[in-house]
């Protein structure tokens, strides 16, 4: 099979960018990846012998880098996703996410590289009332340095869609699931029962309706991306679960029935949006379609942790990211 594109990923060991990476190798792109390490691990990539640089897109020497050479789109994972946590260094997401978009726009830019795929999150919508949230809906009225920093890159991407002519999609993705996951609430709540299988605490009381999506339909959305000028997408499925649902889900799953306790409050944390789903219409007009449940989705990454409890019991503190 023949080279197809040369696609750049940054954020490229982590989650979503790890199983975005592996297809994007089985379909004949070369690939090079961008990644700091801080919380994707060499462990995700090791067996794919690909070009990995070793970088922080907060440091500026990025935008001269020769890894951008000849790269026909970048995929723009990279990010600091601890939404949860933000507030203990406000300005590491505001770095990462806003300056680091920046430096990857300017090495787009020097290196004439006309398209950037970016990701972006549900969270950008804050706590607005009557979800579902489309697109056009105003994002202004931002309740978490996570959601604020991310919707600030994505009009970074505008500018430079408009003054440079570099195709630009933004995808809003919900929860995100599956394999390879390295944070969200299923990672939370596998992390604490590892360490105490008979109690699980849950943040909240359980009756969070959220959305979620599993990571293969995430890729399959960020690959068969076309060309715009700039554009933004939902990506999630088109219905919901509750937090209790996926607490049950688990534990079916895992076979347990661990002493279960709930908060008494609709939030597990100030900016924690209790009804958090998107509409979808937009990006399921293009022909896109999620193939998991919800229900899978949940199953099958309990039972990736379960495989693999090395990353439960790693030290890289990211839990809390846009679930």
């Known amino acids: 099979m023949g ?13 979503i960018g790890s199983n975005l990476v592996e297809k994007l190798c089985g379909l004949g792109d070369e690939v090079v990846i961008i990644d700091n390490f801080s919380s994707g691990f060499k462990k995700n990539i090791e067996k794919l012998g690909i070009e990995v640089l070793e970088a922080d897109i907060r440091d500026k020497e990025i935008i001269n880098s020769k ?75 931002q309740t978490t340095l996570y959601g604020a920093t991310k919707y600030s890159a994505e009009g970074l991407l505008s500018v430079f869609a408009t003054h440079y002519a570099i ?51 995430v890729v399959k959305a960020l690959i068969h991306t076309k060309k715009v000028k700039f554009d933004v997408f939902n990506v999630g499925r088109p219905d919901f679960s509750t937090v209790r649902d996926s607490v049950r889900w688990l534990c079916e799953e895992m076979d347990i029935d661990p002493e279960i306790s709930y908060e008494n409050t609709d939030k597990g944390w100030i900016g924690d949006n209790p009804t958090l789903y998107l509409n979808v219409e937009k990006i399921l007009n293009t022909g896109w379609q999620p193939t998991y449940t919800i229900e899978n989705s949940v199953k099958r990454t309990v039972r990736w942790l379960s495989e693999n409890l090395w990353i439960l019991r790693q030290s890289k503190r990211h839990i809390g990211g846009p679930e």
């Open 67 to 141: 890894i951008f050479k000849n790269t026909d789109r970048i995929f723009h994972l990279a990010a600091n996703v601890d939404n949860r946590f933000s507030w203990d260094d406000p300005e590491l997401p505001v770095r990462s996410n806003i300056e680091g978009t920046l430096n990857v726009c300017l090495a787009a830019r020097n290196n004439d590289v006309n398209q950037i795929v970016y990701s972006s999150t549900g969270t950008v919508y804050g706590d607005l009332p009557s979800p579902p949230y489309s697109e056009d809906r105003q994002t202004s009225d």
């Open 3 to 15: 080279v197809e594109l040369k696609s750049l990923v940054t954020g490229g060991a982590g989650f």
């Open 167 to 217: 195709s630009s999609t933004v995808f809003r993705f919900v929860g995100v699931l599956g394999p390879k996951t390295s944070h969200g609430h299923l990672f939370d709540f596998m992390r604490k029962l590892d360490k105490d299988p008979k109690e699980l605490k849950v943040l909240g009381n359980g009756y969070q309706k959220k959305a979620y999506v599993d990571v293969d339909d």
